[in-house]
């Protein structure tokens, strides 16, 4: 449900132009409008989520994981510096 009101200013050619492409796809201007903020907007937030995802799973292949780790050697050998 659609409860939130916003204005756009079009000079008179691209209100034309608009009008002309609602009516070939037979929908309002605003119908338009909003298809057109969602692609625009909508996709790059899922193209971002999916490169981070791809990040992470990259991470996670190249990082080995140390097991039996003695942390009182790790902390002496890093007091000699």
Do not use: W
Request: glycine share 2%.
């Amino acid at each position: 449900m659609l409860n939130k009101r916003v204005n756009f200013l079009f000079d008179e050619e691209m209100l034309m132009r608009l009008r002309q492409m609602a009516a070939e796809e037979s929908v309002s201007v605003g119908d338009l409008v909003r298809k057109a903020v969602k692609k625009t907007y909508a996709d790059k937030d899922a193209a971002r989520l999916k490169r981070i995802n791809q990040a992470c799973r990259e991470i996670e292949r190249v990082r080995t994981l140390q097991k039996n780790i003695n942390y009182k050697e790790l902390i002496n050998a890093g007091r000699k510096y």
